[in-house]
C-alpha cells in the first residue's frame, strides 16, 4: 500500500516570504512596454502546450509535458504553479498544496502568482471528486481504462464480523486494445481506529480478497471486465479489534495502465485527501 504523499517543499513556519511591491517589480517612473508587442517567453511556450492539453481534459499528457518543461526550467514558478493546477484538477490534495508552497517560497520571483499561492496554503485545496469530470465514454479524459457502475455491498450474516464486497467495471475506452499484462490495479481498504485515527486494513487482522468474474482479463469481448474485491475480518482478530476499536471505514482502488494512472476511486472522497494516488508508477523527477 502506497503511503501518503509527503510533501516536498515545506515553508519555513511562521511568516511566509514576502510578495514583491510594485516598486520593486518595475521602477518609479519607467515606462512599462506594451504587452501585445512583447513576444512570449519560452516558458510561457512550454506553459501555453501543457495548459492546452490540460483543457482537453488530458491531465497525464499535461503533466508530462510540465516535466519536460520543468528539466530546462527546474524552478519557474510558472510552470510550479500548473503542476499544482493539474494536480488540483486530478483531485491530488496533498501534491497540488506541496507545489502551491513552493510557489510562496519562489517569494517575489513569483509575481502575481504569488497571491494566488499564499491564499491556496492558508486556505488548503478542497478536494475534488474523481467521479465528476469524465467524458462521453465514463472514462477520465486521455485514459485508456476507467471504473464503471462501483457497488458496494454489506454481508450482515455475522454482526460480529464485518464483511464488505465491491464489484465493479473496468471498462477498456472503444477500439483500444489493452495488453492485460500493463494493467495493475490496487484495492486498498482503510479502517478507522479508536473513532479517530485512520489506518490501512492489518493484514493480521482482515482479509482483502479479489477475483475477477470471468478470468482471464482481456478486454477484447466487449471492452468491459467485472472486479470484485472483498474485505473480511478474520475471527481470531474480534478481541484485537474490540480492544483497538478497529472499525471499517471505506476504500480507495487506483486504475495503472502501463504505469500511468488511469482512473481512481474512493468511499468516502476524503481518503484521497491523506492517500493520494501517484500519478505514475514509474520513479518520478523531484519536483
Known amino acids: 500500500m502506497d503511503t501518503p504523499t509527503s510533501n516536498r517543499s515545506q515553508t519555513t513556519a511562521g511568516r511566509l516570504p514576502s510578495a514583491p511591491s510594485a516598486s520593486e517589480r518595475a521602477p518609479t517612473g519607467a515606462a512599462l512596454p506594451d504587452e501585445s508587442t512583447i513576444a512570449p517567453s519560452e516558458v510561457e511556450i512550454l506553459v501555453k502546450r501543457a495548459t492546452d492539453i490540460r483543457d482537453q481534459g488530458d491531465m497525464t499528457g499535461a503533466l508530462a509535458s510540465l516535466r519536460d518543461a520543468q528539466k530546462l526550467f527546474p524552478d519557474d514558478p510558472k510552470i510550479i504553479a500548473q503542476f499544482a493546477t493539474t494536480y488540483e484538477q486530478m483531485g491530488l490534495v496533498d501534491k497540488a498544496l506541496a507545489q502551491w508552497k513552493r510557489v510562496v517560497e519562489a517569494g517575489e520571483k513569483a509575481g502575481d502568482l504569488y497571491g494566488v499561492a499564499a491564499e491556496k496554503v492558508r486556505t488548503g485545496v478542497i478536494p475534488r471528486d474523481p467521479a465528476s469530470g469524465r467524458d462521453d465514454e465514463g472514462l477520465q479524459p486521455g485514459s485508456t481504462l476507467g471504473i464503471v457502475d462501483a457497488a458496494k455491498n454489506y454481508d450482515s450474516s455475522n454482526p460480529a464480523v464485518e464483511k464488505i464486497s465491491v464489484r465493479m467495471g473496468i471498462k477498456a475506452r472503444a477500439n483500444a486494445v489493452v495488453n492485460a499484462s500493463a494493467v495493475n490495479i490496487q484495492a486498498m481498504f482503510y479502517d478507522l481506529v479508536a473513532n479517530q485515527e485512520v489506518e490501512s486494513t492489518d493484514p493480521r487482522?482482515?482479509?482483502?480478497?479479489?477475483?475477477?468474474?470471468?478470468?482471464?482479463?482481456?478486454?477484447?469481448?466487449?471492452?468491459?471486465?467485472?472486479?470484485?474485491?472483498?474485505?473480511?475480518?478474520?475471527?481470531?482478530?474480534?478481541?484485537?479489534?474490540?480492544?483497538?476499536?478497529?472499525?471499517?471505514?471505506?476504500?480507495?482502488?487506483?486504475?495503472?495502465?502501463?504505469?500511468?494512472?488511469?482512473?481512481?476511486?474512493?468511499?468516502?472522497?476524503?481518503?484521497?485527501?491523506?492517500?493520494?494516488?501517484?500519478?505514475?508508477?514509474?520513479?518520478?523527477?523531484?519536483?
Open 205 to 287: 487482522t482482515t482479509s482483502v480478497t479479489s477475483e475477477w468474474l470471468t478470468p482471464p482479463p482481456d478486454w477484447r469481448e466487449d471492452g468491459l471486465e467485472v472486479l470484485k474485491v472483498r474485505y473480511e475480518q478474520k475471527p481470531v482478530a474480534a478481541a484485537e479489534n474490540a480492544v483497538r476499536e478497529r472499525k471499517y471505514l471505506g476504500y480507495i482502488i487506483r486504475v495503472y495502465y502501463e504505469n500511468e494512472l488511469q482512473d481512481v476511486i474512493a468511499e468516502p472522497v476524503k481518503l484521497l485527501q491523506n492517500f493520494p494516488p501517484p500519478v505514475s508508477l514509474q520513479k518520478e523527477i523531484p519536483q
